[in-house]
């Protein structure tokens, strides 16, 4: 089946004060594919979400998201960001979270409609948080806190999910959980990218990876990319990888996560 | 009942007394945001750098409202341009713009004979000479900051909690920064006759951070805030009435009192629960 395009991404090359953390990035996505998006520390993978979501512009290079320029852009698309970002301690509840995400919608002066009350109880019944929709964000697990979010992005109606680091300080289960969820949401359609330091967990749970260190390494099956010139390229000094008969063994100096060997079968 | 109705006797003690009310309230629902964004040093600043405008006014003759609300409003846009163009961290634009324009406040007021007696007014408040029209006045634009904070509700909490939201949403995030600089300007000059400007910072803060020791919903800390906010400036009243100190102390010393109670004793956060709980 032909999936339309979400995502086009030609030449980029972005960045803050001085040297450029991406470029010359090109890639592009299609609907309801789930892509993730590993790479060193400063591979420029945070840079790259908030281009795509209209936080910080090109220096160069065409971004098109949902056939629009992020910078005008629809509100389709929705970035939840590394869990340091956010103030937990915040008097809201998890419905006031997930209610932020209509908010773009709702217009000035409104206050939120029966419409967009249902929209909230059924995006977190989408997520299995129904039950805790009263309790305070800060009261939630990290687990629990990404799918709040998660929550808020269907809330959003998005049809595009940036997701920087959400298993960084979330247990095994809790991964488990929100990687259950991003498959139940690409049956309807939903398309992520998700970046992580995981590797194993990239190979084993995604179609797709993209390899990013500035500039775009691989991108393809996650067997086309781990392999060892490809990571060698990526990683440089930072990790070891050779080829084993089982499949390709990589050793890191673990800063990235926690770990310090990761071995990866493919 | 009495004590409580014979202050109710003198007319301006009865101004004094819905003034208070006004900037208790008032201060105290603007001030939830104040704690949570940490700007109370911003506050603080603001507060101060109206100084040199009431100055002006007073030397022209001026109202001194109109001098504190154009001296006010032109200092927050200042330091938002200033912070907003990343030069400087931002405590240090504060810092360098609040002790300049106090400075300046306080030098042209020096120029006046016999300045001190107003010196002292400006700097810690004179609730019990709040004219009618003050009044008026105060109702009038403190009702408008109220109304502000719950016609863009929705938008502020988006901003408060979670900056990126609101500019990946689209909403006008340098228009609502401004806006809420300037009706902090615009609180922070209703209240300089009722708490002054060297205690102004305790009535945006103190009210909403006791609420946010008790509370973990924003309506229900905005609620309990203004109702810190306004029994501590009816309360602080009374007791400069029969205690006989300076009203704006007072007003600041009872919702510090409030303050230590909730740390104290705020349920399940405060200091004797958990020692209770071992």
């Known amino acids: 089946m032909m999936r339309c395009e979400v995502l086009r991404v ?3 090359t972005a960045g803050y004060d001085g040297a450029a953390a991406l470029e010359g990035v090109t890639f592009s996505v299609s609907g309801g594919e789930q892509i993730a998006v590993v790479g060193p520390n400063g591979a420029g993978k945070s840079t790259l979400f908030k281009v795509l979501v209209g936080l910080l512009p090109p220096r160069s290079g065409r971004v098109e998201v949902l056939g629009c320029d992020p910078l005008q852009g629809r509100v389709e698309v929705s970035y939840v960001a590394q869990r340091g970002e956010v103030d937990f301690a915040f008097p809201v509840t998890v419905a006031d979270v997930v209610m932020m995400g209509r908010v773009g919608r709702m217009g000035w002066l409104r206050w939120p409609s029966r419409e967009d009350r249902r929209a909230v ?14 309790r305070q964000v800060g ?6 806190q990404q799918r709040v979010f998660i929550a808020r992005a269907l809330a959003q109606g998005a049809e595009l999910l940036l997701m920087d680091e959400p298993f960084a ?11 259950e969820l991003l498959a139940r949401l690409k049956e309807g359609g939903m398309t992520v990218l998700l970046s992580t330091h995981d590797l194993s967990l990239a190979a084993d749970r995604f179609d797709r990876v993209l390899l990013l260190n500035r500039r775009l390494i691989a991108s393809g099956p996650p067997q086309e990319v781990f392999c060892p010139d490809v990571l060698r390229r990526a990683y440089g000094r930072q990790l070891a990888v050779w080829e084993h008969e089982r499949g390709v063994v990589m050793v890191g100096d673990g800063h990235c996560s926690g770990g310090v060997e990761q071995q990866i079968a493919v | 009942m009495d004590w409580l109705l014979e202050p109710l006797a003198y007319p ?20 939830t945001y104040v704690v949570l964004k940490g700007m109370a040093f911003f506050g603080d600043a603001l507060a101060h750098a109206v100084l040199p405008g009431v100055a002006v006014a007073y030397l022209a003759g001026w109202p001194l409202f109109a001098g504190a609300l154009v001296a006010g409003i032109g200092v927050a846009l200042g330091i938002g341009a200033l912070t907003r163009r990343g030069r400087l961290r931002e405590d240090t634009a504060i810092g360098i713009l609040f002790s300049g324009s106090f400075a300046l406040g306080i030098a042209l007021l020096t120029t006046v004979e ?12 004179n609730v019990l000479g709040v004219s009618p029209a003050d009044l008026w006045l105060t109702a009038g634009l403190g009702g408008l900051v109220l109304l502000l904070v719950a016609v863009f509700y929705k938008e502020f909490l988006v901003m408060a909690f979670d900056p990126v939201l609101a500019r990946v949403l689209r909403l006008p995030t340098a228009f609502l920064h401004y806006l809420l600089l300037v009706m902090l300007a615009v609180t922070v000059v209703v209240s300089l006759q009722t708490v002054g400007v060297a205690l102004m910072v305790a009535m945006l803060v103190t009210p909403a951070a006791t609420a946010y020791l008790l509370t973990r919903r924003l309506p229900a800390m905005m609620g309990l805030a203004a109702f810190f906010g306004s029994f501590s400036a009816v309360a602080g009243l009374y007791l400069s009435y029969y205690v006989n100190v300076a ?12 303050f230590l109670l909730a740390l104290l004793l705020s349920p399940r956060r405060g200091l004797v629960w958990r020692w209770a709980a071992g």
């Open chain 1, 10 to 12: 030609e030449e980029l």
């Open chain 1, 121 to 134: 109880v059924q995006a977190l019944e989408q997520v299995g948080l129904a039950e805790l929709a009263d």
């Open chain 1, 139 to 144: 009261e939630l697990s990290g687990g629990q």
């Open chain 1, 169 to 179: 300080g979330v247990d095994a289960a809790s991964e488990q959980a929100i990687l």
């Open chain 2, 12 to 31: 301006f003690m009865v101004r004094g007394l819905l003034a208070s009310l006004l900037v208790g309230t008032t201060c105290a629902v603007l001030g």
């Open chain 2, 114 to 125: 016999a300045y001190s007696v107003d010196l002292t007014h400006f700097l810690f408040g």
């Open chain 2, 247 to 258: 009203s704006g102390p007072a007003v600041v010393l009872v919702c510090t009192f409030l």
